[in-house]
């Protein structure tokens, strides 16, 4: 189970994956051009994520993404991120129980 604020997804997620921003510190000239590289920047990670929501939770959640409010992110492993941006890409209704939602979103860093 991970959670959004206080939101608690309904088991833990169908997909989690960290898309990190890599940046290796380098300045190097490509073709003429002078390319400056600025290594790992982790407030550039995204964090994308698909899961299910209970009825109730899912509407919490929803009212989260649509003020477009900055929340805390407690991942799988239970370490907490600050200042967290919903990015919504798509949801559905669970093929089984058609009253939970399954969501898929990225985080991203402030």
């Known amino acids: 189970m991970i959670y959004f604020d206080d939101i608690p997804s309904f088991r833990k997620p169908e997909h989690y994956k960290i898309i990190p921003d890599e940046r290796v510190t380098k300045i190097e000239t490509i073709g003429g051009v002078a390319v400056q590289d600025l290594g790992h ?18 509407e919490r959640f929803l ?15 239970g370490k907490i991120y600050q200042q967290m941006r919903i ?7 669970d093929k089984n129980f058609p009253e939970y939602v399954t969501a898929s979103f990225e985080l991203w860093r402030k």
């Open 41 to 58: 920047v982790q407030e550039g990670d995204a964090f994308s994520i698909s899961c299910t929501f209970a009825p109730e939770n899912w």
């Open 63 to 77: 009212a989260l993404w649509e003020a477009r409010q900055k929340i805390t992110f407690t991942d799988p492993a």
């Open 87 to 93: 990015v919504m890409k798509e949801y559905e209704p």
